[in-house]
T-cell receptor, first 115, second 111 residues
Framework: GAVVSQHPSWVICKSGTSVKIECRSL??????MFWYRQFPKQSLMLMAT?????????EQGVEKDKFLINHASLTLSTLTVTSAHPEDSSFYIC???????????FGSGTRLTVV | GESVGLHLPTLSVQEGDNSIINCAYS??????FIWYKQESGKGPQFIID?????DKRQGQRVTVLLNKTVKHLSLQIAATQPGDSAVYFC??????????FGKGTHLIIQP
């Protein structure tokens, strides 16, 4: 089946630093990938839609300059949390949409803790 | 605004019994619905999906029912097992957009 690899699975960083999270589709191509954020005991909230070769589309209230998205190939999208603050601590999850069958496959998530 | 929601935040069932998790959606234009299972600290795991041109779909031990008249979606899990304990989310999708997730139901399987 379709597999999405997300790295790192967890990261701890200091306030003010930047963290990059990678999302790879291993056995399919994905023109479109999605980034979600999930706070404890809450649902997943869509942050942005990543499109290969073009600018990402951000949901209302998500700062594009803080959450930088790059989708340079059909199998890789990255999310960089810039100048991280403790309130950015969350579970970040990516999803890739298969170009062939339009199925959504999720990564295993990244637990970000900003101290 | 449009949203996808769940009726019960926690559902406790005896091992071996059947479970039914419900979901209400409000976007009548939605044409694709998915149920996901999420275990603690992990990403969502696909369970089953259904398109709006269907009202029932069955998988292994799971059945999804869609009632478009009342905008209601349900997930039935037969003969629940300890490994079924998790949070279950319904999600709505369609077109090129990302998915809109419901609030989640925590399913607890009691021995």
């Amino acid at each position: 089946g379709a597999v999405v690899s997300q790295h790192p699975s967890w990261v701890i960083c200091k306030s003010g630093t930047s963290v990059k999270i990678e999302c790879r589709s291993l056995d399919f191509q994905a023109t479109t990938m999605f980034w979600y954020r999930q706070f404890p005991k809450q649902s997943l909230m869509l942050m942005a839609t990543s499109n290969e070769g073009s600018k990402a589309t951000y949901e209302q209230g998500v700062e594009k300059d803080k959450f930088l998205i790059n989708h340079a190939s059909l199998t890789l999208s990255t999310l960089t949390v810039t100048s991280a603050h403790p309130e950015d601590s969350s579970f970040y999850i990516c999803s890739a949409r298969d170009n062939e069958n339009y199925g959504y496959t999720f990564g295993s998530g990244t637990r970000l803790t900003v101290v | 605004g449009e949203s996808v929601g769940l009726h019960l935040p926690t559902l406790s069932v005896q091992e071996g019994d059947n479970s039914i998790i419900n979901c209400a959606y409000s976007n009548s234009a939605s044409d694709y619905f998915i149920w996901y299972k999420q275990e603690s600290g992990k990403g969502p795991q696909f369970i089953i999906d259904i398109r709006s041109n269907m009202d029932k779909r069955q998988g292994q031990r799971v059945t999804v029912l869609l009632n478009k008249t009342v905008k209601h979606l349900s997930l039935q899990i037969a003969a629940t097992q300890p490994g079924d304990s998790a949070v279950y989310f319904c999600a709505e999708g369609g077109g090129a957009d990302g998915l809109t997730f419901g609030k989640g139901t925590h399913l607890i399987i009691q021995p």
